[in-house]
């Protein structure tokens, strides 16, 4: 069936659930924000339910195309529409098969990697980012929009952390929250993802994950806790991994006990693209809804179809026939039903926009707040437009379109602009020239297709261009290819690819002014740093990608981004990969989490393994001087707030933000800790010469510890350290409390 018909049977659908509804609903507000509102949801919901055969029920429990589902047209009820997330809404694919559907109607705004919103260090940024999102889901008429992820930074070698938000659960967490309300708020539900342990892409669909019940709730939950309980996500994916032995779409611990249970929540479980493994698990594990493609396990055939679904005809059969209560369809069905007055039962629905100018606003923002200066030796950055000055811009990343590739991330925008066009358009005066330098290929799917460039006559055109010029732009980094940053695999090697290393020193023997500008989603090694004066970590900033690099480049805008995992020297001193292949990435398909509760910069700072950059890290163009860091009180009891405070001041020549992380640990714990924890953090604007004081307030629960003895929270007496400072390896007062 193709689109255009679906698309007509979807408004006739629409139209009849208004006429059916409406009776009900005249006067009724369709918000579930207050208690009343929910039960009047959950009462039409009651009276649904008996109304549907159970062929229909069962229907709406699986997927009827590769991003819908089933609705029960004789009642009005609309189908569900979903797209890839999570940087904006992915282009139509075709009904069947992952092949896109080739519509002209479907570009969008790309707004920056997750990455980069992380290294913002501003929810106030990530709100406007899930909304503007929410607004252009809207225009495309979905109703699901498949992320955020959430999965935390465990090693540079995951192909897939671009797409997450680093490797601390605190700052996961607080950016989360507001993209998920931001989103939600515009009748589009979000669909956190990979619940739960799916941080790493290599044998993703069948790594059997072993960590203990400590790190899970202290480092792997915490981002998926704070939007069920926050934000009331009306959406979670399950991811493709085992967990101790079973997989986590349908996990008897981490679904039916902890998400549902523990948590309490109300909304949808949907499989990953073909995660579901049994019926019976699916059924009672917690499985709502299960998506994918064909049924052979990684969804890549079209031939055994959607009715041969865990949750289709072999769901049906057992249920039918007793094995399976009614009761146990009937729940998923009220879930799903919940979520369609949510979003496309909702009669409160904003409408959609767009590729408006204020979603290239925001997306522009974002990319420069998240932008992160790493090195200025010589205030090689700014670089100021003058006439004489001639910036050579060397690398394959000026060009290379960074929306395309990466996986179900990839985006088709209206537009995209490149570091080159950025800078173009920015310098008016100075002379701009280029050089591509290194060319990486192409991959299709999994498979690498080598460039057909001359690698040598690259080389000696930059050579040639670097030669020619007062200063070099080396626009290099990762790509979004197989094996590169990219889901369905992870990365071969810590160091840079396609030669870039070489190349840099080529270039840098004709020009001693170089600085870097390093285009990727995860930590590199950076033996070549002596080489360059500056470098500026861009991430995947999306269709303003070159303008935000421009911005930050012409001193337009004081970058302020800080880094939201460690960049560790080598790749040993990562605290998964120092474990060896047990940890990372498993013997026989089977993985131990080694390095436990020490995760990034806990491991870091613990073991004392200086990292090359460390998180919470980021330079500006101006200077930041803290005074007056004070804390209300010596002791605290349980329920308390503490409340640190700390004068910034901008002593620079210029405007510029800064943040204020206070991280907190406790020296003399009865059990194994990290030497600190991000626990709270402020990021403020200041003009030139002015100062203000910041306050954080943080709970006295959130320094508990999870005691396996009694499965539960534990808040420890005695003393802690609280640690000021404006970078995990850069802190300027240590205060101390005491818990009673
Ligand atoms: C990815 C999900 C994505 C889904 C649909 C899967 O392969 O893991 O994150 O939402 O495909 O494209």
């Known amino acids: 069936m193709n689109f255009v018909s679906k698309y007509c049977k979807i408004a006739s659908c629409l139209s009849l659930i208004v006429l059916l509804l409406n009776c009900e609903n005249k006067d009724s507000k369709k918000s579930d924000s207050n208690v009343s509102d929910f039960n009047q949801i959950e009462a039409k919901i009651d009276s649904i339910i008996p109304l549907l055969t159970l062929e229909e029920k069962v229907a709406m429990c699986h997927a009827q195309s590769k991003f819908s589902t089933k609705g029960v047209e004789r009642l009005g009820i609309p189908e569900i529409w979903m797209a890839d997330g999570p940087h904006g809404v992915r282009a139509e694919v075709s009904w069947d098969d992952w092949a896109y559907a080739g519509w002209t109607n479907d570009s969008i705004t790309a707004f920056p990697a997750l990455t980069c919103l992380a290294s913002t260090f501003n929810p106030e940024l990530a709100n406007k980012y899930g909304f503007s999102l929410g607004e252009e889901a809207r225009y495309r008429k979905k109703d699901i929009i498949l992320g955020p992820g959430v999965n935390i930074y465990r090693t540079p070698m995951n192909g897939r952390n671009f797409e997450y938000m680093g490797e601390d659960p605190f700052l996961t967490s607080t950016m989360v929250v507001p993209y998920v309300k931001g989103l939600q708020s515009t009748g589009v539900a979000a669909c956190i993802k990979h619940f739960a342990l799916n941080n790493q892409e290599r044998w993703r669909d069948k790594v059997d994950v072993y960590v203990s019940d400590r790190a899970l ?46 948590w309490e929540y109300d909304g949808v479980v949907v499989s990953d693209w073909s995660s579901a493994h049994t019926t019976d698990e699916a059924a009672y594990f917690g499985l709502d809804l299960e998506m994918g493609t064909g049924t052979d396990g990684l969804g890549l055939t079209t031939a055994n179809h959607y009715s041969q679904y865990y949750l289709a005809t072999p769901f049906l059969e057992k249920l039918k026939s007793g094995e399976i209560p009614e009761s146990v369809v009937d729940e998923k069905v009220r879930r799903i039903l919940r979520l369609m007055y949510r979003t496309n039962m909702s009669e409160n629905r904003p409408v959609g926009r767009a590729n408006t100018k204020a979603h290239q606003d925001v997306a522009r923002k974002i990319a420069t707040e998240g932008i992160v200066l790493l090195k200025n030796d010589n205030n090689f950055f700014p670089i100021e437009d003058k006439k004489e000055l001639t910036i050579a811009v060397i690398g394959e990343n000026a060009t290379r379109s960074m929306t395309a590739g990466g996986g179900s991330s990839e985006l088709k ?10 800078l173009q358009e920015r310098y008016k005066n100075a002379t701009i020239t280029h050089a591509l330098g290194y060319h990486s290929g192409k991959s299709i799917y999994d498979e690498i297709v080598p460039s057909t460039y001359n690698a040598d006559s690259l080389k000696l055109e930059a050579i040639q261009v670097a030669k020619e010029a007062d200063i070099v732009l080396f626009v290099g980094g990762l790509t979004k290819s197989h094996l590169q940053d990219c889901e369905g695999d992870d990365r071969r090697q810590y160091k840079l690819p396609f030669g870039q290393e070489e190349l840099l020193s080529a270039v840098k023997a004709v020009n001693k002014k170089v600085g870097f500008v390093l285009v990727t989603g995860n930590a590199v090694e950076m033996e070549w740093l002596n080489q360059v004066d500056g470098v500026i970590q861009t991430w995947y900033l999306g269709s303003m990608a070159g303008h935000a690099i421009a911005d930050v480049i012409s001193g337009d805008v004081n970058p302020s981004g800080k880094l939201p995992f460690s960049f560790p020297k080598k790749l040993e001193d990562n605290a998964a990969m120092s474990f060896g292949e047990t940890s990372y990435p498993g013997v026989d398909m089977k993985q131990e989490y080694k390095e436990d509760i020490l995760v990034g910069y806990r491991w870091h700072d613990t073991k004392n393994i200086e990292s090359q950059y460390a998180f919470g890290y980021g330079m500006s163009y101006t200077y930041f001087k803290f005074d007056n860091v004070s804390v209300d009180k010596e002791s605290y009891i349980k329920d308390e707030k503490i409340k640190i405070s700390c004068q910034v001041s901008n002593t620079g020549n210029r405007e510029g933000a800064e943040v204020v992380q206070i991280y907190i640990g406790k020296s003399d714990s009865k059990v194994k800790r990290a030497l600190k924890e991000l626990k709270g953090f402020s990021k403020v604007n200041l003009e030139q010469g002015k100062s203000e004081t910041i306050e954080v307030s943080i709970d006295v629960n959130k320094l508990a510890f999870y005691d396996e003895s009694i499965s539960d929270w534990n808040l420890e007496k005695g003393d802690y350290n609280i640690y000021v400072g404006n970078a995990s390896n850069n802190i300027f007062e240590t205060l101390k409390i005491n818990i009673k």
């Not at 925008?413 to 950025?422: D, N, T, V």
């Open 413 to 422: 925008p209206k537009f995209e602009i490149s570091p080159l066009q950025g």
């Open 217 to 262: 709730h202290e480092i792997y939950l915490p981002a998926f806790k704070a939007v069920v309980t926050e934000a009331d996500v009306w959406a979670i994916m399950g991811a493709y991994n085992k967990f101790r032995g079973q997989y986590t779409t349908h996990h008897e611990l981490l679904t039916k006990k902890i998400l549902k249970g523990d």
